[in-house]
């Protein structure tokens, strides 16, 4: 049975947390926002905690925060998967009762020695039990575990919307348990009960969880309930085709929070990995929401391409309007526990933003930009743009400063006066840049001069000019 067509969407993303959040699980996460959003649905979070010795609440909370970062809303409060295992435990009996999973007392010893026997005689090593077809009335007074009836003959097929379909022979399932001696389900009961409970109407997940998927279906199979879409996406590679880790680069979502990326460039560039819409790189969330579908999935891995992701990133900063790119910045601060902007210097950031924005990646490289507006008076020039203030261009900023005095602030007067001053030395404007970026900001490569006076203004610009002639 399979999910009726007219079915509202809900997805879900159900990491577990045993750690940091990995930037295949956002890119996970995001597959399902986007499909789930673009279609009126729902997106649901459920953390997978229930292996409770790897499990712990630190890694829940950088799930939680990762999620909160990258933007990805989801709907109703998290689910826990440990606090739902009496209604895991209830089905595994449900199935019990209706002869469809039975009781198996095989200790652990009889099971190793089959296995051995297995291996020897070259034949499958899943395991039989004789007491699936044991009666009641034969079963002794001891500890047991529940497993499922899997079925021994035919096929079955994993229709997977990424994938195509997957045929897998039932003779490689094997009666998995359900419920162990215990009383505590398994993982792959949680997953399906939390699944049906929850409403899951499409599955996309990485495809080392494919072989998963005929697991599962025996026990949607077996409880009679219709199965999900299934897209099982590929792994992401780094750029060396293997598969993305620590050599490559970042791979945990906070580290790209902390280095300054943009949530929004993350966001363009996680939907690139894996997925395509014709040659569109750089697009918008509600592109991205309408166009997103499971066809334009690709087959084989994605490669991590840093510079690419730095390229989205740029493109995306330029195109924030000025109060959301300074709110950015402000929590970007916050969250890499860096002083916050006071109240002067928010207006000055504010005004030069238009310009900065243009040509900075990430956010450190925009305040790095910035630096000449976030540093007070007086100003210290580092080593190389003390260079360029040598006597003769301390003498060139004196004489320059009275002609400033009542000059009018606007960049096509400013640009006419430096030029026509310079002019006047018997040099061109570029002989002044040098000495000015460093009286200014204190650096040899700063935004342009015309744009920092303007962002200055006319009493601090002239004030800084005084400092460094002096
Ligand atoms: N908890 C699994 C993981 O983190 C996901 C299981 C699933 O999506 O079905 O890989």
């Keep these: 049975m399979s999910q009726p067509s007219d079915t509202p969407v809900v997805t879900r993303i159900a990491p577990s947390p045993t750690g940091f959040m990995h930037i295949g699980t956002a890119r996970t996460a995001l597959f399902n926002w986007l499909y789930a959003r673009g279609r009126g649905g729902k997106f649901l979070l459920r953390i997978e905690d229930t292996d409770r010795a790897r499990s712990t609440p630190e890694a829940t909370d950088a799930i939680l925060r990762g999620m909160d970062w990258l933007g990805l809303d989801y709907d109703g409060e998290p689910v826990s998967q440990f606090e739902r295992s009496a209604r895991h435990a209830e089905v595994a009996n449900q199935l019990l009762a209706e002869g469809k999973a039975y009781k198996c007392f095989a200790t652990q010893d009889e099971i190793e020695a089959f296995r051995e026997a297995a291996r020897a005689t070259n034949s499958s090593t899943h395991y039989h039990s004789p007491w699936r077809d044991t009666p009641a009335s034969d079963h002794p007074d001891a500890p047991y575990v529940i497993r499922i009836k899997a079925p021994k003959e035919g096929q079955t097929v994993i229709r997977d919307e990424v994938q195509g379909d997957v045929t897998i022979k039932n003779s490689q399932l094997d009666d998995m348990i359900l419920l162990r001696s215990d009383g505590t389900p398994v993982y792959m009961l949680a997953v399906v009960v939390d699944d049906h409970d929850m409403g899951i109407t499409h599955v996309i997940r990485g495809d080392d969880h494919l072989n998963n998927a005929a697991r599962q279906m025996m026990i949607y199979e077996a409880m009679g309930w219709p199965l999900p879409v299934y897209a099982h996406i590929p792994l992401i590679f780094g750029p ?231």
């Design 240 to 470: 060396d085709g293997k598969k993305l880790s620590k050599r490559h680069g970042a791979t945990g979502v906070e580290e790209y929070q902390h280095m300054g990326y943009p949530a929004a460039g993350m966001r363009n560039y996680l939907a690139r990995l894996g997925w395509s819409h014709g040659d569109d790189e750089f697009f918008t969330d509600a592109q991205a929401r309408d166009w997103f579908d499971l066809p334009s999935i690709g087959k084989s891995p994605a490669r991590f391409d840093f510079k690419k992701l730095e390229n989205l990133c740029g493109q995306h900063i330029a195109q924030t309007e000025n109060a959301a790119l300074l709110h950015e910045i402000e929590a970007f601060l916050a969250v890499t526990g860096q002083p916050p902007l006071s109240d002067t210097k928010i207006p000055l950031l504010e005004a030069a933003l238009p310009q900065l924005k243009e040509r900075a990646k990430i956010y450190p490289e925009l305040l790095d930009k910035a630096h000449f507006l976030l540093t007070d008076r007086p100003v210290r020039p580092d080593e190389k743009a003390a260079k360029a203030l040598d006597p003769v261009s301390r003498g060139i900023l004196k004489e320059l400063t009275p002609h400033l005095q009542n000059a009018s602030w606007t960049r096509a007067d400013l640009e006419a006066l430096l030029n026509g001053f310079a002019e006047e030395k018997g040099t061109k404007f570029g002989q002044l840049a040098a000495p000015l970026r460093a009286a200014l900001a204190g650096r040899a490569a700063t935004p342009s001069v015309f744009d920092m006076m303007l962002v200055l203004g006319p009493d601090e610009t002239r004030a800084r000019i005084q400092d460094a002639a002096a």
